[in-house]
T-cell receptor
Framework: NAGVTQTPKFQVLKTGQSMTLQCAQD?????MYWYRQDPGMGLRLIYY???????DKGEVPNGYNVSRLNKREFSLRLESAAPSQTSVYFC?????????????FGEGSWLTVV | GENVEQHPSTLSVQEGDSAVIKCTYS??????FPWYKQELGKGPQLIID?????GEKKDQRIAVTLNKTAKHFSLHITETQPEDSAVYFC?????????????FGAGTRLFVKA
């Protein structure tokens, strides 16, 4: 039972490079999310997809783009990486886009931009 | 928008003692308050949650209390064990049609000394 799977787990990028973080869930959840975690800042929402075919900005969307490829997959793209995007990124999913639903997180992707 | 403050940022207790983590939120419309535990190198996992129509909820050694008037909620862990050592996040969630928003606190790193 995989849950939420994200790749890669570790990545080092040079400033200006681009990359895509991949995420897939096997729980048939409608909603998917991308968070970043920084020391002392907790978890901040970058983008979310309430349901297949929709995406919305979260708290910190600048510098990122997302694609909800199908119900299972939600990718996060950094078009031109900056050192400020060094962070741990978590993909997550939940059953329905309403309050009160558990969010299930992946194991994280450690990204360093040099 | 919603703001969640969490204290303390670090907490060290002796095995067997109790640990209390406190959070405050700003938006009175918040109606769902989950707590997540994040072990080293892993994604956060839900450990307990409480809804705005309930004042207290217990699950074995953990309990959560909610004071809607004061906009406070707290996590209580009794008889702490070394495996309780982790980072704990509180969150406040506002429901609504078409999507939801969960705002996380900055996290508390709990150390349980054997």
């Amino acid at each position: 039972n995989a849950g939420v799977t994200q790749t890669p787990k570790f990545q080092v990028l040079k400033t200006g490079q681009s990359m895509t973080l991949q995420c897939a869930q096997d729980m048939n959840h409608n909603s998917m999310y991308w968070y970043r975690q920084d020391p002392g800042m907790g978890l901040r929402l970058i983008y979310y997809s309430a349901s297949e075919g929709t995406t919305d900005k979260g708290e910190v969307p600048n510098g990122y783009n997302v694609s909800r490829l199908n119900k299972r997959e939600f990718s996060l793209r950094l078009e031109s990486a900056a050192p400020s995007q060094t962070s741990v990124y978590f993909c997550a999913s939940s059953p329905v886009p309403i309050s009160g639903n558990t969010i299930y997180f992946g194991e994280g992707s450690w990204l360093t931009v040099v | 928008g919603e703001n969640v403050e969490q204290h303390p940022s670090t907490l060290s207790v002796q095995e067997g003692d109790s640990a209390v983590i406190k959070c405050t939120y700003s938006d009175s419309a918040s109606n769902y308050f989950p707590w997540y535990k994040q072990e080293l190198g892993k994604g956060p996992q839900l450990i307990i949650d409480i809804r705005s129509n309930v004042g207290e909820k217990k699950d074995q050694r953990i309990a959560v209390t909610l004071n809607k008037t004061a906009k406070h909620f707290s996590l209580h862990i009794t008889e702490t064990q070394p495996e309780d050592s982790a980072v704990y996040f509180c969150a406040a969630s506002i429901g609504g049609t078409g999507g939801f928003k969960t705002i996380f606190g900055a996290g508390t790193r709990l150390f349980v000394k054997a």
